[in-house]
């Protein structure tokens, strides 16, 4: 029973001699810690720059430039959310915009449209006028210019062949073709196309738009969107700046505005004298115009 007793009373020595010596070694560590904190700030350090001094430095440092990055950071990364739902919102008020700027655009052509038509009016001597209809050109031939052109708006309308078109600027052309829904006209530009012209300034001065002459420079002129034409008389005193209106001969009402007189030519060889007219209608835009009854010249 003795020898029991005395290994009992050797462990629990040794035990208590091992938590001293850890009790000795966490309070050197810790003075240690304090001595370096108390060297550092003082402007003395007791063991000199170290490895554990080195690392503290290293690690407050990159903990530094973190907090850092977060603090320049961190307004932004919260804010993500709202700017990206204002940036959102922005973008639907900019559509909103948008298509309210094309109904804007619209209803101003629309304006435009009714104002060119009732000028055009304006063209028509009274007894025409309860005979006239308003139509949309709804297709084209091919190239630049209005040659030809397809009307909405056909017999079931009061179309008939021969009737007269013209737009807010002037004379366009004449119906040739007539369909159920639709016309098909040809404009002053045609080949097949002339009219009768008389000048503004004096009415016994008349001749004929037509584009069969033989200027020399007559595909330059047609290029422009220009018209081409002779002066019944060469005696006739013509000069650029002229107006001329419709004269009534033939088909065509007296007094709807063609255009002016951009160039006289004289052809002593032929006694020609030809004109070259800038017209008022824009024949590379024609939207709507106005139909009116053909005159009954039988």
Not at 173 to 194: F, Q, R, W
């Amino acid at each position: 029973m003795i020898p029991l007793k005395f290994d009992k009373n050797k462990k629990e020595k040794k035990r208590i001699n091992f938590k001293v010596i850890a009790t000795g070694i966490v309070a050197i560590t810790l003075i240690g810690i304090v001595g370096i904190s108390i060297g550092r700030f003082s402007g003395t350090n007791p063991i000199g720059p170290g490895v554990v001094l080195d690392g503290i430095t290293t690690i407050e440092s990159g903990f530094n430039k973190g907090f850092t990055f977060l603090q320049a950071n961190i307004k932004e990364l919260i804010n993500y959310k709202k700017n990206a739902n204002e940036v959102s919102k922005l973008d639907k008020e900019k559509e909103d915009l948008k298509q309210q700027v094309i109904d804007l655009n619209e209803k101003l052509d629309e304006v435009e449209s009714l104002e060119n038509l009732k000028k055009s009016l304006n063209f028509i001597d009274e007894k025409y006028k309860e005979n006239r209809i308003s139509a949309s050109v709804v297709a084209k031939n091919d190239g630049n210019w209005y040659d030809s052109f397809t009307i909405g708006a056909g017999s079931d309308d009061g179309v008939k062949k021969e009737s007269i078109v013209v737009n807010g600027n002037g004379l366009v052309g004449i119906v040739y073709e007539v369909s159920k829904d639709y016309s098909k006209a040809i404009s002053l530009l045609d080949t097949k196309s002339s009219v009768s012209f008389k000048l503004m300034k004096d009415s016994k001065f008349k001749g004929v738009i037509t584009q069969n002459t033989n200027l020399e420079n007559k595909e330059n002129y047609k290029n422009k969107g220009y018209l081409q034409g002779y002066m019944f008389e060469t005696s006739y005193d013509v000069l650029p700046g002229d107006v001329i209106i419709t004269s009534g001969l033939g088909l065509y009402p007296e007094g709807i505005p063609i255009g002016e007189v951009d160039k006289v030519i004289d052809d002593k060889n032929k006694s020609m004298k030809f004109v070259v007219i800038k017209p008022y209608v824009n024949f590379k835009n024609i939207d709507d115009v106005t139909i009116i009854e053909p005159r009954n010249i039988g």
